[in-house]
């Protein structure tokens, strides 16, 4: 569905809304959602699938994802988290994935940035540059 650029405007303003001291606060979320379906003004249904995407994307960015190519300790867990909420504020939350795929070392993804230290991805950088 393409969201109109009006649309897209009205969902900025009320995520812009939704912000208490930088953070999502629900409560106001679930007001603007159920003000938008009572009313149902003009382009409602892209107003809400741009404020949900803002919504998804702004949750991503308060969530890692660390996958390791062997099992991580609690200790290392607790110690990745620690540095990750140093970072990126205390409010972050972190899930790890085992992934032998990566052969050894990790991946950590927080919202669109993804820092990559596997060997998996230092071989396929090695492949592409030896074809290129």
Known sequence: MKVSK???RTARQLFRLTLKKGKVDEKTVRKIVAKITEDKPR???GILTAYYR?????AARRHAIVESASQLSNEQCDEIRTELQKVH???LTAEFILNPDLIGGMRVK???TVWDGSVKSRLDNLRSALLA
Do not use: P, T
């Open 110 to 112: 927080l919202g669109s």
């Open 54 to 58: 803002m919504l998804r994307l702004e």
């Open 6 to 8: 009006e649309a897209q």
């Open 89 to 91: 504020g205390k409010d």
């Open 43 to 45: 382009h409602y249904l």
